[in-house]
């Protein structure tokens, strides 16, 4: 698995998160990256992109509440969580848009209420 994310956890309604996705054997930097969820029953979204240029797009339901960053001396990609809702909960991963690699195994985030 080339992209690995991290910093998931379980958390209340209001709190904030911060996940990591770590490239391995490429350099991050140069490829757009985007994070995503899964909740069970669910198909896997797309909520947040920075493009390698560092253009950020975000599905409406995080905007304003997620920022996604790079962190390039860590060849890492950050997705600051705040003011998470219940309705975040979902098991999330980092992948490379206009490229796809094999999918990770995620990172869990629960917020309850």
């Known amino acids: 698995v080339q992209l690995q994310a991290s910093g998931g956890g379980a958390v209340q309604a209001g709190d904030s998160l911060r996940l990591s996705c770590v490239g391995q054997k490429f350099v991050l930097r140069t490829y757009a990256v985007g994070w995503f969820r899964q909740a069970p029953g669910k198909e896997r979204e797309r909520v947040a992109e920075?493009?390698?240029?560092?253009?950020?797009t975000y599905v409406a339901s995080v905007k304003g509440r997620f920022t996604i960053s790079r962190d390039n001396a860590q060849n890492m990609v950050i997705l600051q969580m705040n003011n998470l809702t219940p309705d975040d909960t979902a098991v999330y991963y980092c992948?490379?848009?206009?490229?796809?690699?094999?999918w990770g195994q995620g990172t869990q985030v629960t917020v309850s209420s």
């Open positions: 992948n490379t848009p206009n490229s796809y690699r094999e």
């Open positions: 920075i493009s390698s240029r560092g253009v950020t």
